[in-house]
């Protein structure tokens, strides 16, 4: 089992900047890809805004390129999601995930949330 605890969201300003982490623990080896889902309020899925692989290739949402950037501390069993020129339609619960690789079969853990709101 692999556990995921986020912290760094909050209240911040339209222009303004939030800068999220996310801490693996528990049996955290063969994890490939990390990374971040969100979901707005009102909104049933979650939406793909960013992920890392171990070897640290990215990838982000449309919506969030050349605003967001997702790293990786392997050694720390971490990911960062630093988010700038947030604007309204930020505003979400940011879920950070792993994948990890168990015998050719892949599982998905989950972390609890954490809240940015971007409001002035």
């Known amino acids: 089992q692999v556990q995921l605890v986020e912290s760094g969201g909050g209240l911040v300003q339209p222009g303004g900047s939030l800068r999220l982490s996310c801490v693996a623990s528990g049996t955290i080896f063969s994890i490939t890809v990390m990374g971040w889902y969100r979901q707005a309020p009102g909104k049933q899925q979650r939406e793909l805004v960013a992920h890392i692989t171990s070897g640290g290739g990215t990838s982000y949402a449309d919506s969030v390129k050349g605003r967001f950037t997702i790293s990786r501390d392997n050694a720390k069993n971490m990911v960062y999601l630093q988010m700038n020129s947030l604007k309204s339609e930020d505003t979400a619960v940011y879920y950070c995930?792993?994948?990890?690789?168990?015998?050719?079969?892949?599982?998905?853990?989950w972390g609890q949330g954490t809240q940015v709101t971007v409001s002035s």
């Open positions: 995930y792993a994948d990890q690789s168990i015998a050719g079969r892949s599982y998905r853990y």
